[in-house]
């Protein structure tokens, strides 16, 4: 069983030791909440710690929290960002308080929530623009076309992608489908369908890789940089994703990896997808989360700004 360094502040060595699960357990008994709180303090820092994991940090510093932060805002509402970093200033400063690790968190903000609709997406022309970026005469474009394609057809999350195998691609009926670990989640519960022009680019990948065996990773960083032979990092999507935006000519601060999400919601609806349809593909717990693209797709639709100019000029 994995137990946590018994150190004061007095003895505290130079270089921290790894934080550890029971760590993780100490706190959440310490803080004083009531059992919701306890809860979602308790998820945020379970998310945390499974960044951490994902991108091979053992000793975090206060730059690796920053880069945390930007990850949330990628994957999540402002909401979930604010609360997941109250619960990582919490955890640090208790870790300092109790002598264990440095308080590299502090002061280190959460995300500014804004009450309206401002999630970026992009137009199926975009997408188009983007995914032409990718020198598909060269392994490395392969993977960034068939990566870009799955996220915006599938509406993946960066951790969805990172979490898939090659084993996950597989059929259903008469469907090819990739069965997917959702955020939070500890198994492949869910799946989506791939459509046959994202499946062949998917394909035309693997296809530069020889030896593979069905629990490699779907998409890797083409060395052997992270853990298991190479796996992206979230933050390796976050980039190849940003890379290409910029490079198709889409360098505005809210277009992240997270936006290609978005952009399927959109897409689908756009292309007479029913809540229900666009729930389901998307993988919303909730239908409200999926009305605010109906809502906004809508709203844009809305031709009173050209009746007016109309009227005007």
């Not at 993780?24 to 960044?51: C, E, H, M, N, V």
């Not at 530069?208 to 069905?214: I, L, S, V």
């Not at 629990?215 to 999507?237: A, V, Y």
């Not at 990896?257 to 292309?271: D, E, G, Q, V």
């Amino acid at each position: 069983m994995e137990h946590a360094p018994t150190l004061t502040a007095s003895t505290a060595p130079a270089q921290p030791p790894p934080l550890s699960a029971e760590l993780q357990r100490r706190f959440i008994a310490y803080i004083d909440a009531r059992p919701q709180s306890l809860a979602a303090y308790g998820k945020g820092i379970k998310r945390l710690f499974q960044w951490l994991e994902a991108e091979d940090i053992p000793h975090p510093r206060r730059e690796d929290i920053l880069e945390y932060r930007e990850y949330l805002k990628a994957e999540y509402a402002p909401a979930t960002v604010s609360l997941y970093m109250t619960a990582a200033r919490l955890f640090f400063r208790w870790t300092a308080q109790e002598g264990f690790y440095p308080d590299i968190a502090e002061r280190i903000k959460g995300a500014k929530i804004d009450r309206g609709h401002r999630k970026g997406y992009f137009t199926s022309q975009a997408v188009k623009s983007i995914i032409s970026t990718a020198d598909r005469d060269t392994a490395t474009g392969k993977r960034d076309f068939a990566l870009i394609a799955l996220m915006a057809t599938g509406g993946l999350r960066c951790i969805e992608i990172a979490r898939a195998n090659i084993e996950d691609l597989t059929t259903q009926g008469d469907s090819t489908i990739l069965f997917i670990q959702g955020k939070g989640k500890d198994e492949r519960t869910d799946w989506i369908k791939i459509p046959e022009q994202t499946e062949t680019a998917i394909r035309d990948y693997l296809a530069t890789r020889p030896n593979t065996t069905p629990k490699d990773p779907l998409f890797t960083c083409g060395g052997n940089r992270h853990s298991e032979q190479g796996r992206l990092t979230t933050r390796s999507i976050s980039r190849i994703c940003k890379t290409h935006f910029r490079a198709a000519g889409y360098n505005d601060s809210r277009l992240t990896a997270h936006s290609l999400r978005h952009t399927a919601a959109t897409l689908a609806i756009l292309a007479g997808a029913t809540l229900i349809e666009t729930q389901e593909h998307l993988r919303h717990a909730s239908p409200t989360t999926t009305m605010i693209y109906i809502n906004e797709t809508n709203k844009s639709k809305n031709p009173c700004a050209q009746q007016i100019a109309s009227a005007i000029f």
